[in-house]
C-alpha cells in the first residue's frame, strides 16, 4: 500500500479554501464597515433635526463634483455583500456535506446578496 502523505505541499485540502485572501478580505470588509459606520453615526449626532432632507443629504453630498455621499455608502454595502458572501460560503462548505444541496444553497445566497446590492444602488442613486 501506498504511503500517503497529510502534510506538506501534497497535502490534500478540503473545505472553506483555508486561504488567507479570504481572512484577509474579511478584516479589509470589517474595517471599511466600522469606519463608515462611525462616519454615519457622526453625521447623525452633527443633524441640526432628524428629518428627510437631513438624512438623504448623509447620502446625497459632493465634494466638487464627486458624489463622495453616494460612494461611500455603496462602498459600505458592497464591503457589506462581499463580506456576508465569505462567511456564509464557508457556513456552507463546512456544515452541508451535499455537493448539490450546498451549489443550491451558495447559488441562492449569490443571487440573494447581488440582488440586495443592486436594490441598494437603485434606491441610493435614485435620490
Keep these: 500500500m501506498a504511503d500517503v502523505k497529510n502534510y506538506g505541499p501534497k497535502r490534500l485540502v478540503v473545505g472553506a479554501h483555508y486561504g488567507v485572501m479570504d481572512f484577509i478580505i474579511q478584516r479589509v470588509t470589517a474595517v471599511i464597515m466600522a469606519v463608515y459606520t462611525l462616519v454615519l453615526l457622526i453625521g447623525i449626532l452633527m443633524m441640526p433635526a432628524f428629518t428627510y ?67 441598494f444602488a437603485q434606491i441610493l442613486w435614485s435620490i
Design 53 to 119: 432632507e437631513h438624512w438623504t443629504a448623509l447620502f446625497n453630498f459632493y465634494v466638487g463634483v464627486l458624489p463622495v455621499g453616494q460612494i461611500l455608502a455603496t462602498l459600505a454595502f458592497v464591503a457589506l455583500a462581499w463580506h456576508a458572501w465569505i462567511g456564509v460560503r464557508d457556513i456552507w462548505m463546512d456544515y452541508v456535506k451535499s455537493v448539490g444541496v450546498r451549489l443550491l444553497l451558495q447559488v441562492l445566497t449569490i443571487l440573494w446578496l447581488v440582488g440586495s446590492v443592486v436594490y
